[in-house]
């Protein structure tokens, strides 16, 4: 297990799908910060379940408690353990496919890995587990906003293959993304993507998509090469949420087929510093952020768990149909926006506290 | 800075383009190890400047000395100190430009982060940085392929949109992928990538391209969830490394498209353990390997040093037009295959010893 | 604040004097250990408060109740999260004390650290930190006994001037120690402890004391030079302890007055291994365990916080006397007893596994 | 192995008695710190063996070369790569005691945990190990100095029996240190310290003795409870030395003996800040320095290997007489005086970064 993330602004996360409770510590939170629940629920509600009809339908209303670090209102720059209770607990509901090690999930590599496992639900490798993340991430995102005034936005950009390539990153807000249920700007596509997302469920399938991000105000000089480089960090981050599958920043994998003289950003003289004309850059060089919006989108494959019957093998390798139960959802993508901005949030704090012990 | 990579088997590098020497201390090898310089040669010659038309012309032997860490040809479980010498140092080669920062290149960000940088070449963020990894990694590659029988093996499949896409990772070789300058095994592109580099570089300009990796006969069970699962220290990695704008495993952003019905690996009885038919998920789940292959691709940006004229400003904001001197390559890809190997080897080594800890 | 320790068996621990809840995250737990409260609650009840006259009469049961990491009474391999609530929380109870800064106390250094503090109690400087120490801590202690039969045994061999010079290491055990309130196992020596403990209580002052410390059937081989020696990590884990003042191990500062022929441990053979005839070394050569029992002391100073009236100044500078009110213990060595074992614990179980990491 | 040490300034030393160079690289420097070899090498030449008659005649001179970090004689901001050939190897000097583990020395524990070793000397646990420690620190002296005037200066204080007990901290320089060979900065007792180890150097024995420290103008608030608080960092920082056996802080032990309200250090009023009257904390408190002298003690044992003869057995277990060879200090003492500045300074200048992070 590896359950901590950051250097100085240090999170730990807890929590199966069925244990009594999901979480967190942060350690490295500066004091004097104000900070309440209520701070951190906003996130946590845009990532809970059962929140519409596109979303599983287990019920958790995902309520966060701080434990310690802060007094009257504010940080006191010690631990602070975020606590949310599991209530819709169901320990039986996937009891049936316990010798059953379903396909693309976590089942057979925790089973060998550990040599035991949780019995019901992902386990560690639930979603769930991100409770924890948004939570810290949560306090993060305040911070940054607070200080630096950075602002993270993520958004869907596809579902399946109905891509949404207009979104303008430099303006992007939250309220846009949530206005539609499946959290796309684009409100054309996004009925076409809810519309993909209910046949899909209507069928037993899932389907994957790509999640947008972008990093606003972010000063020049967050990075620290050459292995935590800033996209090197954040690859890390979003390649260690559930589900995902690929990470790009800036022109990404599209880049790799433009010259040099295409694809470089050359300076302009902008208000106070040197900014970029273009930013196929992604917003960061050297792996130091220069000031520039940070662009990146993440890939997130279509869940494993579906109803489908699917040919496969239990665990002594005797052939059997999964005809997998439990409640899960039929696209990712619209609960990992907010996942993916404070997981975003942990990877920046902790970089901004890196370049502050500068002095 | 963040040199260090690894929670036990631990790579600290160090050394700028146009210092006395760049290397790597790497502790936390097992002792008992046989290990000579030969045995890290062959990756840092693979990685050399100068070794083809298509490279940088900088002639480096780039000849390593282990100054620590063995005795009588054996590893004592002690740091070993590892220095490669910079010979052909040129320290006003850039001289010229040192008040224009290159577009797209780390000079501008250096210098706002650590309020100077080195006067010439890359300073840290030059190729040259990659040397220490390379040669830590060779220990790595050695280890792994002894005490498992790892095999890793990158090559070229994409120079802009020249694309391999027929490229069998169960099968592939190194002495297949270096039968051509470019080291893409399938013979046919190689050459018209080879022209297009060719032709790039009469041009003053640079290309992107993709490198492909795979790993065979990893064990089940390595990666360590939540945070270091095996993809996320994959994509830190690979995105820690110069010029790198990309990463995804297995069916990465194409498998956003698929449904879950489609893209599930089902499992099947394979000898002696469960396999999967497809191998959609790269030989990970849940950030474990399952024991099929690994499966990753990495994106690299064109080079952002070329000789082409660039309308850009210094660093004071006055308009300038930069025809960068200096020497480079103009297409990173074929000199990344060796540094793609070795990193992931540096990866995969450290969860290995991670997985051994549980006893 | 850095609330973390261990690289491979991780503690973090949260939690304040007046907050919701204190307690740990243990990351890095094997699975498949058989864990319940019940292995926790015997070291959480043998430090709490109110357990004895000797010891401050807040009153807390300090239950303790695992939220994840568990099934089945069986750990998972995944984070185990202990909490335990803070009942009697009293937050004016030290109001009155806030404008001045208790001499020897960590409310000066918190306050200009920090910029704020928790204004009731010592806030995270409170022993009852810990209380996340203690469970994580007693599970690393069953898991050691389980696999490698490792003892851990401390007691009181000092209170003031009183000295128990003749305790038997290789013969000791809690019940010994347990069988008096001080927890000295020198029964004469006790009683005389016990009273010059209840004479500086009623005189409203406290005193200081040594703990001596134990560890019986440690494998040769845990230790990891050169930072993280044993002792290194040992002095770490108890100079973290509120109060300690002092950390030897072996023959320690009086071993500086012997020659080396009075003080080196030759070897002897023992069943199946080399031992040593004498233990001045208290069980490390080189900062690795050499099969000998683990001797160390430690040195709690006088608590700070007094009832006797102390002339001093607030944070303004301006003169006053303080009579501290408040409950604390008069002599906090009893209870760091249980204290000084876990935190042992800790210390070992990470080295334990870092060995086992060389597979 | 753990060759790291720190969390922003990191320094991870490499080496062996017998081989090619031992060194360190130190990653997290902050950039503009003038820095030639010369600020390394006068702490180096104080360590130096063969300096005088109480010091092993190996012949070292120890000249240290920068291969990376600095340009133009000022720090980058990058990892500093500092080199020490070793020049007077004897790998034979030893050879005949390959068979057996010298009593109280590292070998019969490396040799376990490693399953082999360096033929000759002490390996990794030479004090040739901790050259990279004290050219790192050196540097990190130099930063303390200029950025907060810190002062380190320490001192023996004690060689056997022979205790110079009226050391005054306050006014302590490094000139009166090294007027003596002995480093006693009381004149009358050097010479009776120097006598000692010279019988005792004819007696072909070893004797122990304790180096003492001071850091004045440490400000208020550097140290990271809980488990890195200054006095934690450190007691693992002295503790990790070759031959030590002890580290107290202030009162120390002794303290122990003393009511709180003797002990407790009342605040008065001093320029511009909050000062103590007496100073039993030794400089720290609860966990974090306040503003006063940081003052410590460490205890060195007597050198293991010595020319007496011993009775003792070998690696199989059969008895023999052992009259060691090779070279070594009679008494470590004065050549630990400089490593205890050094890595105090490591330990110090992690901290002041960590608490600069706070912004």
Not at 99 to 118: F, L, W
């Amino acid at each position: 297990m590896s359950s901590t993330f950051g250097t100085l602004y240090r999170v730990t996360t807890f929590g199966e799908s069925h244990c009594k409770g999901v979480g967190a510590i942060v350690d490295g939170c500066p004091a004097g910060l104000e900070l309440t629940e209520a701070d951190i629920q906003t996130q946590l509600t845009r990532r809970r379940p059962g929140q519409s009809t596109l979303t599983t339908p287990r019920d958790e209303a995902d309520q966060v408690t701080i434990y310690s670090g802060t007094e009257f209102g504010k940080t006191l720059g010690t631990p602070i353990m975020l606590l949310v209770n599991n209530k819709d607990q169901r320990p039986g509901d996937y009891g049936e496919m316990s010798k059953i090690p379903r396909p693309s999930h976590a089942d057979y590599t925790y089973q060998m890995k550990y040599g035991n496992r949780a019995s019901s639900g992902g386990g560690r490798s639930s979603a769930r587990e991100s409770i924890g993340r948004v939570a810290a991430g949560a306090i993060a995102e305040k911070w940054l906003k607070e200080t630096f005034g950075v602002e993270i936005v993520a958004c869907v950009s596809s579902v399946g293959d109905i891509v949404a390539s207009e979104i303008d990153p430099l303006g992007l807000t939250r309220e846009q993304v949530d206005a539609t249920l499946i959290r796309c700007p684009d409100r054309g596509l996004a009925d076409k993507m809810i519309d993909r997302v209910h046949q899909t469920l209507e069928k037993k399938d899932s389907i994957g998509g790509v999640v947008t991000c972008v990093c606003r105000n972010v000063p020049v000089g967050w990075g620290e090469p050459v292995f935590d480089k800033l996209e090197a960090k954040l690859a890390q981050a979003m390649m260690s949420l559930p589900a995902t599958k690929g990470f790009e920043i800036g022109s990404g994998f599209s880049g790799t087929c433009l010259n040099g003289s295409q694809h470089n950003d050359v300076f302009v003289q902008k208000e106070g510093r040197l900014g970029t004309l273009t930013n196929h850059s992604g917003g960061v060089q050297g792996g130091i952020s220069n000031g520039e919006p940070i662009l990146f989108r993440v890939a997130f494959k279509p869940v494993a768990t579906i109803g489908l019957a699917q040919e496969t093998v239990d665990f002594d390798g005797h052939p059997v149909t999964l005809e997998a139960k439990g409640r899960h959802d039929p696209c990712v993508v619209p609960r990992a926006v907010p996942i993916v901005e404070t997981m975003t949030a942990l990877a920046l704090m902790d970089l901004a506290l890196r370049q502050q012990a500068r002095g």
